[in-house]
C-alpha cells in the first residue's frame, strides 16, 4: 500500500505557506494570504503542491495547520463583543491589572485597553475561600437578571472569572450552565477550565481573550472544515498550539486562545530538531517572514518553554504593556520587523520600521496591488538582493520602479538621499531593531549570545542573517533546506500534545504527597483523553512540572517531577533542584527561607520522532555560477557584482565566498563580503566570518 502524503499549512501575515511531503520528496508553495477569508489562501496553496506531486486530496493522510487568526484577532481587536461575569466587588480587576507602570518616567505612558469594557463588565454575589470553601452561595435568582441585561447589550461571548475557582470550580460551572441556557449560541468560557491558576488578573485576561476569539475560531474551523472535505479531504485535521504541540478541532474550538503564537512554535520545533541533528547545543532561532520577525534560543536541542505570554504589546515590546495570557507557549521574542514592515520618517526626520505592516492587502509597494509605503521588501528589491522575476517562486512578478518611487518619495527625497542609500537605510535600521531585541531577550534570559549558532528562516530571514549575526557577535549561520517554509517544516515534526496545569499551593514542610498524587493522576488522564482522539494509537509519554519559589517572592521557576509518584523524600530532592536553577538565573541561593510549590503541570503528548541524520557525502566541489547581480554595497557605497548561485545546483561540500547571493524559488541568502558559505552534506548552508 502506498504511504499517504503528510500536509502542512501556516497562514502568516503576509505569505501562507504550505508543504507537503510524499515518497521522500518535498514539495512547498508560498502563496499571498487572503485575510478576509484566510481559508482560501490556504486551499490555493494546498492545490498547487498537490498538483505539483501529482497527488488527490484523497492521498493526504494527515493535515496539520497553524494560524495567526486569533493573534491578529486580538491584535486588531477584531473578535467577538464579549461580556465578563465576576465576583461582585472585582469588576475592575482587568483595569487595574498589576497596578505597575513598565515605564516608570514616561508621563504619556499607554496602557493596554482591556477586551471587555466596562459596559460588558458583570458581577454576581457569591464567594469562595482560597482553601475552596464557599463563604457566600451563588445568587442565582440575580445571575438569571444579568442574563436579560447580556441579552439587551447583544453579548456574542461571555468569559466567567470568579474568585478563587482554580480551588473550588463549583460556581464557575454552575453559573456557565445557566448562562448556556438562558443565552443558546452564545460562547462560555470558564476561567477555572482554559486557566486553573491563581492570580486572578492572568486567568480572567487568558479567560477574556478566550472568549475574544472562540466564535471567530469557531467558524473559520467549520468553513475550513465544510471545504476540505468537499474537496475530497478525508485526513485528520490537527492544530498547531503555542505550546509545540498538535491539538484536535475540539480541543482548539475549546480551548481557542492556545492558537496564539501557533506558527512561530513550529519554526522552534524545526530549529530544534537542527540543532540536534546538527549537534549544536546553543541555537538563536530568526524566523523573518513577511509581518514579524521572531526570536527564540535553542539550548540541548530543545526550545525554552513558559506558561507566561504577552499579546498585543503597546509600546517598544515592552514586558507589561500587553494584555497577559497564561497558557503554554515557545518563549521567544516577536518584533514587527518583516518583509512588509513599512519604513517611514519620525519627527526628528529618523528612518523607522514598523511594527506597522503593508501585510498582504495591499502588500508592498512593487506588489503592485495599490500599496504606496516604502516597506523592507522595497528597499531589498532597490539594493538588487531579490530578483523581480522570481519572487516568491515566480507566482508574483515584483515592480522594481514602484519599489524605487516608494522608497525615494517616503525617504530618499525628504533626507536628500539617493534612492540606494534610502533603502541601505531601511535595511540597517531593520537588522539593528532585530539585533537590539535579540540582546534583550538574552538578557531576560541570561544567555551569553556570542555562544550561539543563528538558524535563520521564513521568506525574508536569509537576506539579513548575515549582517544580524555580525551585529550579534556570532560567527555562524546556518539556512536549512527550503527555509522559506520553516515553520510548515516544523509542523511535521510536531507531536500530538496537551498540557494541564492547577495551581495547588504547599509550604515544603506541610507538602501533602497524597493530595497531589491524586492531582497529577487525574490531570494526566484528562489529557490523555484530549489527546488520544489525535494519536491513532502511537504511543504516549507524560512529562510533569511544578513551579516553585522562596516563600515570599512573586515569581516562580519551573521544575521536572519524576515520572512515578511522589514521595515524602522528593520535596528535598525538589529543593535541591529548583535553588540549582535559581543559583544558575540569579547568581545566589537563600537556604533559611522555606521553598513552595505552587502550580503543577502534566504535558501528555506522541513519542518524539526519531531524529534523520543528515544524509549525503561531503565532498568538494566547485560552485557554477549561475549569473552576475548589480548590487548595491552600502560597505563600500558602490554598486559591485554579484556573483548568483543556484541553491539546486549546489552539491555538499561546494564552497563559495562573498560578496555573493544563493537563489532559491522562494528566498535568497546573502552572503556578504568578508563571509564564506558551504554545503553540508544534508543540503544546509553553513555561512561562517572570516577570522
Not at 521544575?559 to 515524602?568: E, G, H, M, T
Request: proline fraction near 5%; glycine fraction near 10%; include cysteine.
Amino acid at each position: 500500500m502506498m504511504r499517504r502524503a503528510r500536509l502542512a499549512a501556516d497562514i502568516g501575515g503576509t505569505f501562507t505557506d504550505v508543504v507537503l511531503e510524499h515518497g521522500g520528496r518535498r514539495h512547498s508553495a508560498k502563496v499571498l494570504t487572503t485575510p478576509r477569508a484566510p481559508e482560501e489562501g490556504m486551499l490555493e496553496g494546498i492545490a498547487r503542491v498537490l498538483a505539483g506531486a501529482r497527488l488527490r486530496p484523497r492521498d493526504v493522510g494527515v493535515l496539520i495547520h497553524g494560524t495567526t487568526l486569533a493573534t491578529n484577532a486580538l491584535i486588531e481587536r477584531k473578535g467577538a463583543r464579549t461580556a465578563l461575569l465576576t465576583t461582585a466587588g472585582f469588576r475592575d480587576v482587568l483595569e487595574m491589572g498589576h497596578e505597575k507602570r513598565y515605564e516608570h518616567y514616561d508621563l504619556d505612558l499607554e496602557l493596554p485597553a482591556p477586551l471587555v469594557p466596562r459596559e460588558l463588565r458583570f458581577t454576581v454575589e457569591e464567594r469562595v475561600t482560597a482553601r475552596g470553601i464557599v463563604r457566600v452561595p451563588l445568587n442565582e435568582d440575580s445571575l438569571k437578571k444579568t442574563c436579560e441585561e447580556m441579552r439587551k447589550k447583544s453579548v456574542e461571548a461571555i468569559a466567567v472569572g470568579f474568585l478563587h475557582s482554580y480551588v473550588n470550580d463549583a460556581h464557575e460551572r454552575r453559573a456557565g450552565g445557566i448562562l448556556a441556557r438562558a443565552l443558546p449560541g452564545v460562547a462560555v468560557t470558564l476561567s477555572s477550565a482554559v486557566c486553573p491558576e491563581m492570580r486572578e488578573y492572568e486567568r480572567f485576561s487568558t479567560a477574556c481573550a478566550n472568549a475574544y476569539v472562540q466564535p471567530l475560531i469557531e467558524s473559520y474551523l467549520a468553513r475550513l472544515e465544510a471545504e476540505l472535505v468537499c474537496r475530497g479531504f478525508a485526513c485528520p485535521l490537527y492544530l498547531m498550539t503555542s505550546g509545540g504541540g498538535l491539538t484536535t478541532l475540539e480541543a482548539a474550538r475549546r480551548f481557542p486562545v492556545r492558537l496564539v503564537e501557533s506558527g512561530p512554535a513550529g519554526g522552534a520545533i524545526l530549529s530544534a530538531r537542527l540543532a540536534r541533528e546538527n549537534r549544536l547545543d546553543e541555537v538563536l532561532s530568526f524566523d523573518m517572514g513577511g509581518t514579524t520577525a521572531k526570536i527564540c534560543f535553542i539550548g540541548g536541542g530543545r526550545p525554552e518553554q513558559s506558561r507566561r505570554f504577552e499579546v498585543a504589546r503597546v509600546w517598544r515590546n515592552l514586558k507589561g504593556s500587553g494584555l497577559p495570557l497564561r497558557i503554554p507557549v515557545t518563549e521567544m521574542v516577536e518584533i514587527g520587523a518583516g518583509g512588509g514592515s513599512i519604513a517611514r520618517l519620525d519627527a526628528l526626520r529618523r528612518i523607522q520600521v514598523g511594527p506597522q505592516s503593508a501585510g498582504a492587502d495591499p502588500g508592498p509597494a512593487c506588489y503592485a496591488r495599490g500599496g504606496a509605503a516604502p516597506t523592507v521588501t522595497d528597499a531589498d528589491l532597490v539594493l538588487g538582493r531579490i530578483d523581480a522575476s522570481s519572487f516568491a517562486g515566480g507566482s508574483l512578478r515584483l515592480d522594481a520602479s514602484r519599489a524605487t518611487q516608494a522608497i525615494a518619495a517616503g525617504l530618499g527625497t525628504p533626507l536628500g538621499l539617493d534612492a540606494r542609500w534610502a533603502a541601505a537605510g531601511v535595511g540597517e535600521i531593520v537588522e539593528e531593531n532585530m539585533a537590539s531585541a535579540a540582546r534583550v531577550h538574552a538578557i531576560e534570559r541570561g544567555k551569553a549570545i556570542e555562544r550561539c549558532t543563528m538558524i535563520a528562516f521564513g521568506g525574508a530571514a536569509p537576506l539579513h542573517a548575515a549582517r544580524l549575526a555580525e551585529k550579534l557577535g556570532l560567527r555562524r549561520v546556518l539556512v536549512p533546506v527550503d527555509a522559506s517554509v520553516g515553520s510548515a517544516l516544523g509542523f511535521l515534526a510536531a507531536p500530538v500534545a496537551f498540557e494541564l496545569a492547577r495551581s495547588i499551593r504547599f509550604d515544603e514542610r506541610s507538602l501533602d504527597i497524597a493530595r497531589i498524587n491524586g492531582q497529577l493522576r487525574k490531570m494526566q488522564n484528562d489529557a490523555r483523553a484530549i489527546v488520544a482522539a489525535g494519536a491513532l494509537g502511537a504511543r504516549l509519554e507524560a512529562h510533569r512540572s511544578v513551579e516553585m519559589r522562596y516563600r515570599g517572592q512573586g515569581h516562580e521557576i519551573a521544575v521536572p517531577l519524576p515520572a512515578r509518584a511522589l514521595r515524602s523524600p522528593d520535596a528535598r530532592a525538589l529543593r535541591a533542584e529548583f535553588e540549582r536553577r535559581y543559583e544558575a538565573q540569579f547568581g545566589l541561593r537563600i537556604a533559611e527561607v522555606a521553598v513552595e510549590f505552587l502550580t503543577w503541570s502534566v504535558r501528555v503528548g506522541t513519542m518524539s520522532v526519531a531524529e534523520r541524520q543528515p544524509g549525503g557525502k561531503t565532498v568538494k566541489s566547485k560552485p557554477v555560477r549561475a549569473a552576475t547581480r548589480r548590487v548595491f554595497d552600502p560597505v563600500r557605497g558602490s554598486v559591485e557584482a554579484f556573483a548568483v548561485y543556484s541553491r539546486g545546483a549546489l552539491a555538499p561540500g561546494a564552497r563559495l565566498a562573498g560578496p555573493a547571493l544563493v537563489a532559491e524559488p522562494q528566498t535568497t541568502t546573502l552572503v556578504p563580503r568578508g563571509w564564506r558559505c558551504r554545503v553540508a552534506a544534508a543540503g544546509h548552508l553553513i555561512l561562517e566570518r572570516a577570522k
